[in-house]
């Protein structure tokens, strides 16, 4: 088996009908930034149930500005 078969095997096993997997055939995708995600959908996804990007970067990214958190 070629590595894009395996590939596409794998996707096919673990893609969920609402993943981007599934519907494109492909990985990666906006389900995968979290700046496009809502404040409650970071906080979920956080390990300390806390939105891990501040106002000041969100608004810093929405102007187009480079961001650095470390």
Partial sequence: MTDIAQVKALENTHATPKSARATKGSLGGVEFDI???????RAKAAFDKQDPLPTEIIEALAR???VHMA
């Fill in 35 to 41: 700046t496009k995600w809502t404040r409650a959908q």
């Fill in 64 to 66: 187009g500005e480079r």
